[in-house]
């Protein structure tokens, strides 16, 4: 069936840096851009960025510029997602999530806990 | 930034209607979508473009638009229907945005 798996959950320190994955099946990967979104504890839905799998484009929220890169494999299906200078406040479940144009985020991964602690 | 707002919460008894606005100045020209959040689960999708409802998602769930705002409404609320919304929508640079999520209360 069509859907999005994620890679398991990470332990980061200050500074640091993290690479989520995002693995699509049942779908052809390049067919739909690749949306991340974040979810801190008891917090909000934030929308990080997107990027097109078929010509590897992206475009990022403000706040993350400079610090997000979302690329890609085609070859095996599988998005990523990679966050630097971590600090405290990214701690969060970060989702990867897909569509068809103007349909909205029909497939949710499980989400990726990831915690920044010294 | 853009920003879109939304009651922090609402209430209501089932059986009765649930009303979630969404307000956004880039409203009226760009497409509106609502997530339904259960705790612990990834969102799920229940209404794209304004008003339209995926395969699957129930006939009580519905969407608006009207100007600058949006509106989820859900006839018949069920217990089941608990859960936290968002509103997603996109400024004009096509930057998306979520809105700050609304938490249903059924009593």
């Known amino acids: 069936q069509v859907q999005l798996v994620q890679s398991g959950a990470e332990v980061k320190k200050p500074g640091a840096s993290v690479k989520v994955s995002c693995k699509a099946s049942g779908y052809t990967f390049t067919s739909y851009d690749i949306n991340w979104v974040r979810q801190a504890t008891g917090q909000g839905l934030e929308w990080m960025g997107w990027m097109n799998p078929n010509s590897g484009n992206t475009g990022y929220a403000q706040k993350f510029q400079g610090r997000v890169t979302m690329t890609r494999n085609t070859s095996i299906s599988t998005a990523y997602m990679e966050l630097s200078s971590l600090r405290s406040e990214d701690t969060a479940v970060y989702y990867c999530a897909s569509g068809r144009q103007y349909s909205g985020y029909e497939i949710w991964g499980q989400g990726t806990l990831v915690t920044v602690s010294s | ?107």
Do not use: H, M, N
């Open chain 2, 1 to 107: 930034s853009y920003e879109l707002t939304q009651p922090p919460s609402v209430s209501v008894s089932p059986g009765q209607t649930a009303r979630i606005t969404c307000s956004g100045d880039a409203l009226p020209k760009q497409y509106a979508y609502w997530y339904q959040q259960k705790p612990g689960q990834a969102p799920v999708l229940v209404i794209y473009k304004d008003s339209e409802r995926p395969s699957g998602i129930p006939e009580r769930f519905s969407g608006s638009s009207s100007g600058t705002t949006v509106t989820l409404t859900i006839s018949g609320v069920q217990a089941e229907d608990e859960a936290d919304y968002y509103c997603q929508s996109a400024d004009s640079s096509g930057t998306y945005q979520f809105g700050g999520g609304t938490k249903l209360t059924v009593l």
